[in-house]
């Protein structure tokens, strides 16, 4: 690219804008090409040309790429809005997000509401079964318990009102 002349062949977009000759080691030349004029237009808006100059002699080589890609983000972001910037495209973002992950919870709870619906009657009632006791006697019991993954987590018989443990004694429906 650089001529016998100290010159490069075809000048940067950086010193076409600026209306100069671009020099061998021309430092936008690397990071400006002539094929993206824009580019260098935006950042030299917002940042000014001599200020990205020397923010490019400062920074390591190989973190200048990175360093003008942020540079020219960030301009661009602060010609479409020049209050917030990136900032504010972040902000939209974070929302969005926000707003999309309460959808999904409403998503999910709503599954989870369908799902239980089609459980069999026995989950959602006490189930009555009868079990031996201490005394090995027979025991009629009520809904014991347990966990319902698919209802979202654990539920008791008492819960429901009218679930009880039969003790064996008289009086007792199914006690013997």
Partial sequence: MASSSGYCSSPCAACKFLRRKCLADCIFAPYFPPEEPQKFANVHKIFGASNV???LNEVLPHQREDTVNSLAYEAEA?????VYGCVGAISVLQRQVIKLQKELDATNADLIRYT?????????RPVHHRRRNN?????????DGGFDPNCGGYYHPLAWGN?????????????M
Avoid at 78 to 82: A, W
Avoid at 116 to 124: K, L, N, Q
């Fill in 53 to 55: 100059s020397k923010l």
């Fill in 78 to 82: 602060r010609l479409k809005d020049p």
């Fill in 116 to 124: 239980c619906r089609e459980i069999p009657s026995t989950v959602s």
């Fill in 135 to 143: 005394n090995n006697s027979m025991v009629q019991v009520y809904g």
């Fill in 163 to 175: 679930g009880h443990v039969g003790d064996g004694q008289e009086g007792d429906e199914g006690g």
